[in-house]
């Protein structure tokens, strides 16, 4: 089992940058994708960006692309996602989540393939 938690959200303006950490525990982090996802009041959880196991693939929402970066670093049982360019609709609740299956090759967008989720930290983009 694994366990996460999320870092590194604040107020940033618009253009600016923010570096997203989720730190978890748990032996087998290693073994497992991993995604981000936002949430605004009143609308459903939508993916952001997911990396494989191994940090080899990486797969992100169209709207992000070219803006938004995901990593992960093993050895510290972290995953990134560095934003750039940020934009007012970019402001959200950020989840970082564990991929229910062990060492899939092909990262999925879909929210129900997650099964352990942090708190979430906000982002807040000003115009």
């Known amino acids: 089992q694994v366990q996460v938690v999320e870092s590194g959200g604040g107020l940033v303006q618009a253009g600016g940058s923010l570096r997203l950490s989720c730190a978890a525990s748990?032996?087998?982090?290693?073994?497992?994708?991993m995604g981000w996802f936002r949430q605004t009041p009143g609308l459903a959880r939508e993916f952001v960006a997911a990396?494989?196991?191994?940090?080899?693939?990486?797969y992100y929402a169209d709207d992000v692309k070219g803006r938004f970066t995901i990593s992960r670093d093993n050895a510290k049982k972290t995953v990134y996602l560095q934003m750039n360019s940020l934009k007012p609709e970019d402001a959200a609740v950020y989840y970082c989540?564990?991929?229910?299956?062990?060492?899939?090759?092909?990262?999925?967008?879909?929210?129900?393939?997650?099964?352990?989720w942090g708190p979430g930290t906000q982002v807040t983009v000003s115009s």
């Open positions: 990396i494989n196991w191994s940090g080899g693939s990486t």
């Open positions: 748990g032996r087998t982090f290693g073994m497992y994708a």
């Open positions: 989540a564990v991929d229910r299956t062990v060492y899939r090759v092909a990262v999925s967008p879909d929210v129900s393939e997650y099964g352990y």
